[in-house]
Nanobody, 128 residues
């Protein structure tokens, strides 16, 4: 069973930066992908970013491209999401997610149960 330990997030003024971390363990599959989804009140769940253990391939949602950067440690089981130039519309609950590839981040309407592991979520609040 995949275990996820999430940290980071918080509250910041617009234009500021925050960082999220997610350490994953208990993988029974390789390659794998670690990333984040987010959900704000009244909005659809959105795939934010993902990094794959296969060649470090990454994915970014259109709304965060150029502002967010995903990375992983050398072991590949801890991912980091550096969020810069934050906007009020980035506010939401950010969930660490693990699956077998980043392709699922691009598909709308995916449910948490569609993924190998889905974290508890970390709050991010961006004040205007």
């Amino acid at each position: 069973e995949v275990q996820l330990v999430e940290s980071g997030g918080g509250s910041v003024q617009a234009g500021g930066s925050l960082r999220l971390s997610c350490r994953a363990s208990g993988f029974a599959f390789d390659p794998y992908a670690i990333g984040w989804f987010r959900q704000a009140p009244g909005k659809e769940r959105e795939g934010v970013s993902c990094i794959s253990s296969r060649d470090g391939d990454t994915y970014y949602g259109d709304s965060v491209k150029g502002r967010f950067t995903i990375s992983s440690d050398n072991a590949g089981n801890t991912a980091y999401l550096q969020m810069n130039s934050l906007k009020p519309e980035d506010t939401g609950l950010y969930y660490c997610v693990v699956d077998k590839g980043c392709a699922w981040w691009k598909i709308e309407g995916m449910l948490p149960s569609d993924f190998e592991a889905w974290g508890q979520g970390r709050p991010v609040r961006v004040n205007s």
